[in-house]
């Protein structure tokens, strides 16, 4: 085995070697390319003009109806149609976009927050002399280092670790890495290094140490995926495209050319989600970047066509900050069945993930309980025994649908792409497609440039290398200490404004409410233990955002922090909603269940809550089940065989704790199973046996009244004292 390690590790120097001098001529070919591209930028930018303020949704609308023909119309929302829409319209293209959703509502929200050109693909590129694959990191890496120029508000670098548990592997991994720094260039983030045992435990105390010879650390980039594709999205709407999300296409359009006689796609139906209207958007060419849904639009345009798309599902999975350090993740490249894990530090929690299961489309991809164990079980794998990775600390989980695509060009149909495709069919009907999130921009210059010469466009070259995103032309990285002396805002509330809206933090701070308190002055949290505060949703609302899933997934990111935290939020948001959109109580009724329902599905409640339900069985030790019954009986004093808010309210004041109605009800409501409004007997062990197995963690009813019970027994103890001191 070890031989035949050294063997791998053999060619994989011999043909590093190879890519490192092909990659170095690539280089200097790509830095003539860019730097033209640069030079443009430099010289023709300053020329193009962004508009002081936001269009409202409803004048976007307007120009969708009447703008006579627009030159391109882009079809999704997502980071490769927002980036399109950017590009195009920076190119001085008459530009609209369209989403049927919200921006960033499918897989460009929810990856694995990595800007990166991708460690393993290259190993694939060297073993198997991939030279596609090679490509593909080169490219990444050149646009991982302009994502983290152009949004340095929303993205940093970030070291991660792999760690190394046989000798063997340190050269082999080594030279990997640095292959991997040589193909970046002059664009290397940091440069990557070996470790010793105790320096990897030292920044990697969770680590598994057994057996750990050492760890090589290397650097990508991260960003907050959701946050970077709306500031991409935002910036093409003030640029001047007509972008417009919740608005569907119901069908294409098509019309005669008079000069070859062919039928061409002409724009789209279009229709408004929110208020049902039809409208028609017409346009020279129709790009379609719509990731997993490719093939439905390619079928509007012509049906017998064949699939091209072959969807697979990443789960991610979010657990306490404690799992990992501040500022260092991990990478696992090796799982049980030869997938890779990444564990990350990501807006003060660790995320874990993905999987790569293959999948149907669809719109509210849903995570199994099957993937978010696979993931637990391989952390596992690679902490110390002294950290109990619990299925009860999983605080969100969460499916993506991966786009892969067979290129309908090539001749080998049955091989899928990991590097994206452009196709340009019979009718004109432009398909981006596949790629990675890394790549979105140069995904969409190749768009737009299939685009422009496909329809004989007048165009100017591309201009979005080195163009700065919404809220990145402002930002410093002390931004966030303005933001605290002038305004009165909570360290970490500002360093959040800062790190999410760049420049224009500003413009949220000053909706912000004043608290009445001496400290902060202003910035109403929508809930404690997390930094967004009330006018965020105020100000997300001249941000597009329509609906309060809009706030909870993507304009704040509590869906995927906390699903309990998100729920405790909504009532509120819904209420900052509905004051300014006007909702009738009825709306705000169906809002509120609209986004629970998102909450139980698509971001993990219900296997959350299932750990109660499918583990109904009770194995307490015949004590411990003494032990909680004593305790429930401390609160169900009649004897019911149940309690309810008013038993709680009692044993409560009894001790003088106070907790209103409205949050005891929500603590109740998490362990009552078959929603009686009470808890029984049954559903209390229940709840106890889950949470010593490690099922269910954090729960507040059983802090509660663990609590309690103490207080109780601790005021019925008699002093030595009161008993005269003797016999």
């Known amino acids: 085995m070890a031989f035949r390690k050294a063997v791998k590790g053999s060619v994989l120097i011999g043909g590093g070697a190879i890519a490192t001098v092909f990659g170095l001529s690539q280089l200097s070919q790509y830095r003539k390319k860019h730097g033209h591209f640069a030079s443009v930028r430099a010289s023709e930018c300053k020329t193009l003009q962004m508009q002081s303020r936001l269009p409202a949704r409803e004048s976007q609308l307007q120009d969708l109806q009447n703008t ?30 369209v989403e049927r959703d919200d921006f960033s509502s499918g897989t460009s ?171 028609d958007v017409k346009a020279k060419c129709v790009i379609n970047a719509t990731g997993p849904f490719t093939d439905s639009v390619r079928k509007m345009d012509e049906q017998e066509v064949a699939n091209i798309c072959q969807p697979s599902a990443g789960v991610h999975i979010v657990m306490p900050g404690y799992y990992s350090p501040d500022n260092m993740g991990l990478l696992d490249p090796a799982t049980s069945d030869g997938r890779v894990i990444f564990f990350l530090p990501w807006q003060k ?49 969460w499916s993506g649908i991966r786009p892969l695509v067979i290129d309908p060009s090539s001749k080998d149909t049955q091989s899928i792409s990991r590097n994206h495709v452009v196709h340009v069919s019979d009718s004109g009907l432009v398909t981006i497609a596949g790629g990675k999130w890394t790549t979105y921009r140069s995904m969409s210059q ?17 201009k979005t290398i080195g163009l700065f995103l919404q809220g990145a032309d402002g930002w410093s990285p002390t931004l966030y200490i303005r933001l605290v002396q002038d305004y009165g805002l909570e360290n970490e509330v500002a360093q959040h404004l800062a790190a999410t809206y760049g420049d224009k933090a500003f413009e949220v701070a000053k909706l912000a409410q004043v608290t009445g308190k001496r400290w902060p002055i202003v910035g109403k949290r929508l809930v404690s233990e997390f930094p967004y505060i009330e006018s965020e949703v105020e100000y997300a609302i001249q941000e597009y955002a329509c609906t309060a899933v809009d706030i909870i997934a993507r304009r704040t990111r509590l869906a995927f922090l906390n699903v309990q935290a998100a729920e405790e939020a909504l009532p509120r948001i819904v209420e900052i909603m509905g004051k300014k959109l006007k909702w009738s109580e009825q709306k705000k009724k169906e809002e509120l269940a609209e986004a629970k329902k998102f909450l139980y599905y698509e971001m993990g409640y219900k ?36 309690i309810t808010i008013l038993d709680v309210q009692r044993v409560l004041e009894s001790i003088n704790l106070q907790i209103n109605e409205s949050a005891l009800h929500e603590i109740l409501n998490e362990v009552d199973l078959n929603k009686n409004g009470q808890v029984e007997l049954n559903e209390f062990l229940q709840l106890m046996n889950a949470i010593q197995k490690g099922y269910v963690s954090g729960s507040r009813l059983a802090t509660l009244m663990k609590t309690a019970e103490e207080n109780i027994c601790q005021r019925n103890v008699i002093s030595v004292d009161r008993s005269g001191g003797g016999l």
């Open 68 to 97: 006579g023909e627009f030159d391109i119309l882009i079809i999704g929302g997502g980071a490769t149609g927002s980036g399109c829409a950017l590009d195009a319209v920076t190119r001085g293209l008459k530009t609209a976009l």
């Open 109 to 279: 929200s929810r990856s694995t927050k990595l800007i990166h050109g991708g460690v393993r693909y290259l190993q694939k590129a060297i073993m198997k002399l991939d030279f596609e694959q090679y490509r593909m990191v080169q490219e990444a890496l050149h646009e991982r280092a302009n994502l983290l120029e152009i949004a340095p508000h929303l993205s940093a670098p970030l070291p991660i670790m792999l760690p190394i548990y046989r000798w063997w592997q340190l050269p082999y991994y080594w030279v990997g890495i640095k292959l991997y720094d040589l193909v970046a260039g002059s664009q290397c983030l940091k440069s990557s290094y070996v470790l010793s045992k105790s320096k990897a435990l030292e920044l990697f105390p969770m680590l598994q140490k057994d057996r750990l010879v050492g760890a090589i650390v290397y650097y990508d980039g991260q960003h907050n995926d959701a946050r970077m594709n709306l500031a991409i999205a935002l910036t093409a709407a003030r640029y001047g495209a007509a972008t417009a999300n919740y608005t569907e296409v119901v069908r294409l359009l098509k019309k005669t050319d008079p000069k070859s006689g062919k039928v061409r796609v002409s724009g789209a139906r279009c229709r408004d989600v929110l208020t049902g209207q039809e409208f």
């Open 349 to 397: 929690m660790t995320i874990a993930g993905t999987t790569d299961t293959a999948t149907e489309v669809t719109h509210h991809p849903i995570p199994t309980e099957e993937d978010i164990n696979f993931i637990l079980t391989e952390v596992r794998n690679y902490l110390s025994c002294d950290v109990e990775v619990r299925r009860g600390d999983v605080l969100a989980a």
């Open 446 to 462: 190749d768009a737009v440039d299939a685009a422009v010469k496909a329809h004989n466009l007048q165009a100017d070259p591309c």
């Open 607 to 642: 296997v959350r809550s299932e750990q109660l339900t499918d583990h109904a069985e009770i194995t307490l030790a015949a004590t411990d089940i003494d032990r909680y019954k004593k305790r429930f009986h401390m609160f169900d004093k009649d004897g019911k065989g149940f």
